[in-house]
């Protein structure tokens, strides 16, 4: 499965949108997929809740919707190996206080390199979710400007 999806990564550079999503059930093994992707390119992913969330936590409430956007970024050029970032546990872009809309900053991140993310939620008829309908943090989004990348679960 590792070796398909570096095939993907290879190919996904000639795409506007280079953001591919890694997706299947919890247990399924999307962290340890992308933690061995980042060992065989020698860098680290980024786990977004540990790392965003120190940088945020040092930041007065009102104003962090506010750097959220500019914290990332240079949070990405740090973590970025080549035009390659990895991300996972990227729960913390759906809090509401944050105001983000989660995937399109993903793809915006995905313009200028390749971005692989571990997604939190599920893919079902064609359309990624997180959290259930009717939870504060909602989402229900399209397939379109990203490669998805299902994982079967183990055994």
Not at 39 to 66: C, E, F, H, W
């Amino acid at each position: 499965m590792l070796g398909k999806l570096a095939q993907i990564i290879d190919e996904v550079g000639a795409l506007h949108s280079k953001l591919i999503l890694l997706i299947g059930q919890p247990g399924s093994g999307k962290t340890a997929i992308l933690a061995e992707l980042a060992n065989q390119r020698d860098m680290k992913v980024m786990n977004i809740g540990a790392t965003l969330g120190s940088r945020l936590a040092a930041i007065p409430q009102r104003q962090r919707a506010l750097q959220t956007n500019v914290i990332l970024r240079e949070l990405a050029d740090e973590y970025a190996n080549a035009d390659l970032l990895l991300l996972d546990n990227i729960e913390l872009l759906f809090d509401q206080t944050l105001k983000l809309d989660p995937l399109d900053l993903l793809k915006r991140h995905a313009h200028s390199r390749r971005v692989v993310a571990v997604w939190p939620g599920e893919l079902v008829d064609g359309r990624l979710t997180y959290a259930q309908m009717g939870h504060p943090e909602y989402q229900d989004y399209g397939l379109d400007g990203l490669v998805p990348f299902e994982i079967e679960k183990k055994g």
